[in-house]
């Protein structure tokens, strides 16, 4: 059974930052792309940053760049999302996700891409 368990979201103040953290269990995470998506009420869960199997490879959306930083230990089946210079804008679910890769590096960034989820963790970004 494949789990996806997110961590270390929260209140912080705009400017402050988070580390977000993901631990994967039940499958094999070398194989698997990663990927952090987030979500507000009433929107469509869009894609923050994803990272191929390898770690090689990222991709991270417009609104967040230069500001997080995507990250994975394979041998710790986990993927990170460090998140700096945060702003109100921020505030959402963030949730990650799993895609099965046959490549090293390939990431995806479409939601229908990843087969696995985690519950989501809430970060709330206060001004």
């Known amino acids: 059974q494949v789990q996806l368990v997110e961590s270390g979201g929260g209140l912080v103040q705009a400017g402050g930052s988070l580390r977000l953290s993901c631990a994967a269990s039940g499958l094999t995470f070398s194989s698997f792309a990663m990927g952090w998506f987030r979500q507000v009420p009433g929107k469509e869960r869009v894609s923050v940053a994803a990272?191929?199997?390898?770690?090689?490879?990222?991709y991270y959306a417009d609104s967040v760049e230069g500001r997080f930083t995507i990250s994975r230990d394979n041998a710790k089946n986990t993927v990170y999302l460090q998140m700096n210079s945060l702003k109100p804008e921020d505030t959402a679910v963030y949730y990650c996700?799993?895609?099965?890769?046959?490549?090293?590096?390939?990431?995806?960034?479409?939601?229908?891409?990843?087969?696995?989820w985690g519950q989501g963790t809430q970060v709330t970004v206060s001004s």
């Open positions: 990272i191929s199997r390898s770690g090689g490879n990222t």
């Open positions: 996700a799993a895609a099965y890769s046959r490549t090293s590096v390939n990431y995806y960034t479409r939601e229908n891409g990843y087969g696995f």
